[in-house]
């Protein structure tokens, strides 16, 4: 869907825009590049110790950086993707902080935002073209992202974050008003694994600590093998361990960068339109279609504190598909009336996409006649 086709769903705002200030959060400019960087240099500095320090303190060295690297990894990981940011709207000109400024009668594509870590959809996302030639993604927590009005591909990251009532009005800034459609479009919402397994499930983003783990063990694995083998101070094992640090850490440094490039690919596509659900695999075909029933469980866990919490779940059935369940991990969404338990949901969903899901669904049941069989709500 084209740019001039969501025009239908929005509306341009003619008024002058009155000067305002929204507050939010930014990524550093280059985080990818502070990320690899400071992998390269954890990988180093334990190149340097493997291959300077006698065999017997190896151990007690790479115990210590290891231990330095998790305690460093929250506090860095929020100072380069969680500071103070200000976005401020004045005489037709959108400051982006850092990033520069933008002109407000530019167009500006749209697209979902999804959790870096799980893959379930966190809000919606802009791309704001700015005058300087960049292009910023600026995101917004707990807002859905209509599917008449994606313009862009989704995104597991973006360079400015805004709480939802903040970026309604950056929204309303750039004359992006909603206008509901006369006739309401299919409801797309992306499944992505909790079983942490090819590019839907989170195993792709852990490989980097992963690979850290890796480097140190292998590393000192391979030293202590050489050096009981060619013997202490020989000089081909330190041409050998030279070349090996070297191996690692152009190892570590790659799937570093892979990792944080690729973008999300979820394992289903959820697709409901006129009474019909249809299934779709990652690359978009159809795997099953039909007229779906589902019925409400809860998936039931303790808390920090010990309080039981129950979370909703909805299992959906289409025709030649095994069972789905889907779930959204929040209590606070939880179904009122007493349903049955299940274990925890395989596919979660995102706060913004559960409420058009179940509105979907009820849409359906209601109408379709709820015939024998018939489990709908």
């Not at 008024?15 to 990320?35: L, Y």
């Amino acid at each position: 869907m084209d740019s001039r086709q969501a025009v239908g769903h929005c509306r341009r705002v003619t008024d002058d825009h009155p000067a305002s200030t929204m507050r939010g959060t930014a990524r550093v400019r280059g985080a990818r590049w502070w990320v690899v960087g400071l992998s390269a240099v954890y990988g180093g500095v334990a190149a340097a110790l493997l291959l300077t320090l006698p065999t017997r303190d190896v151990k007690w060295a790479m115990t210590g950086l290891v231990s330095l690297a998790l305690a460093a990894y929250l506090p860095l990981t929020r100072w380069i993707t969680m500071r103070p940011a200000v976005i401020t709207v004045d005489r037709g000109l959108l400051g982006l902080g850092r990033f520069g400024s933008a002109r407000l009668d530019r167009p500006v594509a749209r697209g979902a935002w999804y959790d870096r870590l799980s893959g379930v959809g966190v809000g919606t996302y802009l791309l704001v073209p700015t005058d300087s030639g960049r292009v910023v993604r600026v995101g917004g927590r707990g807002l859905s992202t209509p599917t008449d009005l994606c313009t862009a591909k989704g995104t597991r990251a973006v360079d400015l974050t805004l709480p939802a009532a903040e970026f309604g009005r950056l929204l309303a800034a750039l004359g992006m008003v909603e206008v509901a459609p006369t006739r309401p479009g299919p409801v797309r919402v992306a499944l992505f694994g909790r079983i942490n397994h090819g590019r839907s499930g989170c195993l792709r983003l852990g490989l980097p600590i992963l690979v850290l783990y890796g480097v140190a063990l292998a590393m000192g694995g391979t030293m202590f093998l050489l050096d009981r083998w060619l013997g202490p101070g020989s000089n081909t094992g330190e041409i050998v361990g030279f070349g090996l640090a070297a191996f690692l850490l152009i190892a570590l440094v790659a799937t570093i960068w892979i990792t944080q490039r690729r973008r999300p690919t979820p394992a289903l596509t959820l697709e409901l339109h006129e009474g019909r659900c249809t299934v779709r695999n990652r690359h978009g075909r159809s795997v099953a279609a039909g007229h779906p029933t589902w019925r409400k469980l809860r998936y039931q866990y303790r808390d920090l504190s010990g309080n039981t919490r129950n979370c909703p779940v909805l299992e959906l059935i289409v025709a030649s598909h095994q069972p789905l369940t889907v779930g959204l991990l929040a209590p606070e969404y939880a179904w009122r009336a007493k349903v049955p338990e299940t274990a925890m949901p395989r596919y979660p969903v995102g706060a913004p996409d559960w409420p058009s899901l179940v509105a979907a669904l009820d849409d359906i049941r209601a109408d379709r006649y709820a015939g024998p069989g018939q489990t709908g709500g």
